[in-house]
């Protein structure tokens, strides 16, 4: 015997641990799978224990001066990886899986390689369904649950549809059913059949609801925003809706809806009560905040809001913001020439260069005739500037009405009641209605009234309101301002405008989007300087360009301008002769349009080493804004600019930092000369140049484009 113990341990040395030494920590430089077809790497790699060091680390240029965190082999835990990936694989339905490991040991380090031999899985011959006859189709049962004759037998998937029966059974008023399930497998033939039992119980109502953990809002209050009523028929997703419509009143940080009866008290118990649990927030909040953006310059916000004011969850909002801090009067202090250089321009015009700020005390009423009806009643006084384009001042008073559709689907109708004062360029006036002096062109900055009727809806399946990687979102809104509603005669118009969107993901974290927007504007003709012209305010046209349009341009910078010499600012000697880019000094104005069309297409990716902390995005915008007369598309005004960017995750969303290609000439418009009092054309288009000006576009936000 003693003989054979030193016989083995002359051919098998003794391991370090057992004589007592500390073995070498092998870091891990590498983790691979080959051989997998049926699930990818990234199912695989959170599986298991054993996990690969960071980027940085495995990367030969910075591992060796330490960067990067780097995890190390444990023998123990790699052992056990592949217990898990094979019971992983049978679980799925692959009961001849085989998991074999290549370990490449270096001095420090270990590449690790695990090769899986899935084989031929189980497979669902049959599915049967029993006493489900009058309570719930079997169609869609057959539709809804997530296994399908034909599929692996995939025990998650197995036990994922017994919950949808029990779901769908409880959604029409079997409050305790519950789904008995078996399976036979036969590893010989590789079938799989599948049975499921149906046992609804009794039918019940609800016949009260419990409301517990209110101090200040009254339980009357909770029991009317939820949809359940006593006598109702039990309903499992209406527990969900009453959940989700009590958080949105914005005063509870808890809220938890379930039965009171965890079973019935006989076989003839046909009544069941709920209990809606719930802790109050705070009811008086306070907020500030700071920012910064390349068309806001920097920003600032103040609010301050008290939830149940009068009872009933009311909620009283009152907000401050404030824009273009140090880059407009009174607080210019010359930002736009370095820090928000996309607000230089905005300084050749006193009217433009001006603070923006917006003042908004709200009244929501979460109750409004019905749950499924609330309205907002808000007053504000703004300012509100649009680069190259406008300054609107208004006072307004807005009233909406939101209702709740049986699609799931907000309607938002609304009227608002404005008195506004527009500031713009002189030259878009005499362009569009020939009022080519300046102290006729005067009037259209008088106070006019503005009377406006709005409907819109919102229809919102992505998975995220900062950055959505799957789902759609649909939206659209029409606005008409009349005479017959009371506005001014230069203030009537009709408005709509459409926007889709869809999320496609494309493995675990990348994301391709792409959006669709287009609107479109009508006015009728008026009687104006003895002409028949129409006009649309400047504040309702459409305007291209920018971080969240066609990022190839700056805001508002696509799409038709005018342009004025001033020969008091700038030497108008030579320009016509040299006509082929915009001479320094000129003032360029956009005008808008009343067509509008845009398309962008997104491809986003993480960066490697980075663990979806930093993305990256490529882009093409396509997008076409113009004067409808007689084309209803204008194919000749379409413009295309590819880009990339960087997406940097924060609490508040993104942090987003593109870069686009423009290839395109300055866009051409009407060019004016000021000669005192009146603005005199100079040249139709201008400049003449058609060479391509080929530049960078940069821009930085918050947020995904769309």
């Known amino acids: ?20 030494v500390e073995e070498p ?6 983790l691979d799978f080959s051989g997998n077809h049926a699930m990818d790497n990234y199912t695989l790699g959170i599986s298991i224990a054993t996990t690969k060091s960071a980027w940085l680390a495995r990367f030969p240029l910075t591992s060796w001066i330490g960067a990067g965190e780097k995890r190390y082999l444990d023998e123990t835990e790699f052992r056990r990886d592949v217990l898990r990936l094979i019971l992983l694989y049978r679980v799925s339905g692959y009961l001849q899986v085989r998991v074999d490991t290549i370990v490449r040991r270096t001095k420090d380090a270990a590449r690790i390689q695990f090769l899986i031999h899935e084989g031929p899985p189980v497979r669902v011959h049959a599915i049967d369904i029993a006493g489900v006859e009058g309570i719930v189709p079997l169609r869609d049962l057959l539709r809804d649950i997530p296994l399908a004759v034909g599929d692996p037998f995939n025990r998650i998937r197995f036990e994922w549809a017994a919950d949808t029966m029990r779901a769908a059974a409880r959604d029409r008023g079997y409050p305790f059913a519950e789904v008995f399930r078996s399976y036979d497998v036969n590893e010989d033939s590789l079938i799989a059949r599948v049975r499921f039992e149906l046992d609804p119980g009794v039918r019940g109502r609800v016949d009260s609801v419990i409301v517990e953990g209110t101090r200040e809002i009254a339980p009357p209050v909770v029991r009317r925003v939820i949809p359940i009523r006593p006598g109702a028929w039990f309903s499992q997703s209406a527990l969900y809706r009453s959940q989700r419509d009590l958080y949105r009143l914005g005063v509870f940080g808890y809220v938890n809806v379930t039965l009171a009866d965890s079973a019935p008290e006989g076989p003839a118990d046909s009544t069941v009560a709920v209990r809606v649990q719930v802790t109050e927030g705070r009811l008086r909040n306070v907020r500030v905040g700071v920012g910064y953006g390349t068309v806001d310059c920097l920003r600032a916000l103040a609010s301050w809001s008290a939830s149940n004011v009068l009872g009933g969850g009311r909620v009283l909002d009152v907000t401050a913001r404030v824009s273009k801090l140090g880059a407009g009067d009174p607080l210019a202090a010359g930002f736009e020439t370095w820090l928000c250089k996309a607000l230089q321009k905005d300084a050749e015009s006193p009217d433009r260069f001006k603070l923006n700020y917006n003042l908004t005390a709200s009244f929501q009423e979460p109750y409004l005739f019905s749950r499924l009806m609330r309205g907002t009643l808000a007053v504000s006084a703004e300012r509100h500037t649009e680069i190259q384009a406008y300054r609107r001042d208004a006072y307004s008073a807005n009233l909406t009405v939101t209702r709740e559709t049986r699609w799931d689907v907000p309607v938002t109708a609304g009227y608002s009641l404005s008195l506004t004062q527009t500031f713009a360029e002189p030259a878009i006036f005499c362009s569009f209605l020939s009022v080519c002096r300046l102290e006729d062109a005067e009037q259209f900055s008088n106070r006019r009234l503005q009377s406006m009727v709005t409907l819109g809806f919102v ?3 992505s998975n995220s309101v900062l950055d959505p990687t799957r789902g759609s979102a649909l939206s659209a809104e029409a606005r008409y301002a009349s005479r017959l509603l009371g506005s001014d005669s230069l203030i009537q118009f009709a408005r709509g405008v459409a926007e889709i969107a869809v999320y496609y993901p494309i493995g675990r974290r990348t994301t391709f989007a792409w959006r669709l927007r287009g609107g479109s504007i009508i006015s009728p003709r008026l009687g104006f300087s003895g002409q028949d012209v129409t006009y649309i305010p400047l504040s ?3 305007y291209a360009g920018g971080a969240n349009s066609v990022r190839g341009y700056g805001q508002n910078q696509m799409g038709p301008v005018v342009r004025v010499m001033d020969p008091d600012r700038m030497d108008t000697t030579g320009v016509l002769q040299d006509s082929t880019t915009v001479a320094p000094g000129i003032i360029t104005a956009a005008t808008g349009g009343n067509s509008l069309l845009i398309a962008n297409a997104e491809l986003r990716f993480p960066l490697p080493g980075f663990g979806g902390r930093l993305m990256a995005a490529a882009f093409v915008d396509v997008g076409q804004l113009f004067e409808r007369d007689t084309v209803l598309v204008d194919l000749s005004k379409t413009r295309v600019t590819p880009g990339v960017g960087i997406r940097i995750a924060t609490p508040l969303g993104p942090m987003r930092v593109d870069v686009a290609f423009n290839g395109y000439p300055p866009e051409q418009g ?13 040249d139709d288009a201008y400049p003449r140049s058609s060479t391509a000006r080929r530049h960078l576009q940069f821009h930085f936000s918050v947020g995904q484009a769309f």
């Not at 015997?1 to 007592?20: D, E, I, K």
């Not at 920590?25 to 590498?30: E, K, P, S």
């Open 25 to 30: 920590r092998l870091v891990i430089r590498g």
């Open 459 to 461: 229809r919102d399946r």
């Open 670 to 682: 009407r060019l004016y000369l000021k000669q005192g009092q009146q603005l005199v054309l100079l």
């Open 540 to 542: 309702e046209r459409f």
């Open 1 to 20: 015997m003693s003989v054979f113990a030193t016989a083995w341990r002359a051919g098998h040395p003794t391991p370090l641990h057992a004589q007592g």
